[in-house]
């Protein structure tokens, strides 16, 4: 009797974890399901494509990816309790890859969104969309990286979107403009691409994006300043870096004719280390400084120039999509 105990209570031990790992799938598909919408793109009445959508205030937004929409005019939208309702798209930016609908049909059970900087690779992480055109598809499983870069393009402007999450939670045509979401039904990044088999991209719910997701919803669209430089990150001399406290800044190696930064007599071969005093390592935290407050403005450029710090003042324009 005690034998046959011992092993109830190891088979007990050993269910236990997937118990407690199934309980927190089905909660955040219970919380999330009824934000996240399946959607068919329609331009003059013919289907484009289709994809996925989580609502994300009440009064009728809706967000998704901005590839998804791509050449459409409005968008019918299903949710999980049977509603069909069409949207318009109320602005797409593809260099961030993010989208807004807006609904006037009725009020929506909103997700909440979370912050994709706290997350933590091997955090548990759920996703819901509609693969295939099955709405309402659940897959859970692990961040397996951060801080991935996705590559967009809008015309002839290109650029990264920073600190993409990878999962492997199954992903499939049509979960783009889903939700992938932590254990608590936070919406913390939007699927966006499937980049091969195990392997799923989600552009994240941070700082940036949410700035991104208002100025689409209270604009319709996103202003960026731009310079007109190309680089890379480049350590510095021994010199500079014991002076500034830093090891590396970007070099230049690409100055668009006719931009700011050829006006103001930026050069291939610079090494950009500060941007209004502050350091940038990446290419990513110059992009960080082109907000909209930045255009027409004097943005003060500080670089290591033949091993001298210049300085080098210029007045940041509109970038045009």
């Known amino acids: 009797m005690a034998r046959i105990t011992l092993i109830a209570e190891r088979i007990d031990a050993d269910e236990e974890p997937l118990d407690a790992y199934s309980r ?31 609502a994300i205030a009440p009064d009728g937004f809706l967000l998704t990816s901005a590839h998804v929409v791509a050449g459409g005019d409005r968008v019918r939208a299903t949710f999980s309790d049977g509603r ?28 909440e969104l979370g912050d994709a900087s706290r997350l933590r690779v091997g955090q548990l992480v759920v996703a819901i969309g509609n693969p295939h055109g099955l709405g309402g598809s659940v897959t859970a499983g692990v961040v397996s990286a951060l801080g991935r870069s996705l590559p967009t393009r809008a015309g002839a402007t290109t650029r990264v979107v920073d600190d993409v999450i990878q999962t492997d939670a199954a992903l499939n045509p049509g979960n783009s403009g889903g939700a992938l979401a932590d254990v ?13 088999v195990g392997l799923g991209l989600a552009v994240p719910v941070n700082a940036v994006t949410r700035g991104i997701v208002s100025a689409l919803m ?47 007599g930026l050069r291939a071969g610079d090494i950009v280390v500060t941007i209004d005093g502050e350091h940038v ?24 120039r033949e091993a001298a710090l210049v300085t080098v003042d210029a007045v940041a324009r509109e970038l045009e999509t």
């Open 218 to 264: 209270r604009d319709g669209r996103v202003r960026r300043a731009y310079l007109g430089i190309a680089g890379g990150p480049r350590p510095l001399p021994p010199r500079v870096a014991r002076e500034l406290g830093a090891a590396e800044g970007v070099e230049i190696v690409e100055v668009i004719d006719g931009s700011p930064a050829a006006t103001a």
């Open 24 to 54: 927190a799938v089905v909660e955040v598909a219970e919380r999330l399901a009824p934000a996240v919408a399946a959607v068919e793109v329609l331009r003059g009445g013919r289907l484009r494509g289709s994809g996925s959508a989580v």
């Open 281 to 304: 390592a990446r290419p990513k935290d110059i992009q960080r400084k082109m907000l909209a407050d930045a255009i027409g403005r004097r943005v003060r450029v500080k670089v290591v």
């Open 184 to 196: 608590r039904g936070r919406v913390v990044g939007i699927n966006t691409a499937v980049a091969g």
């Open 84 to 111: 069909v309702l069409t949207a318009e798209i109320r602005g797409r930016d593809p260099l961030s890859d993010l989208a807004v609908l807006r609904t006037h049909d009725g009020e929506l059970a909103a997700a």
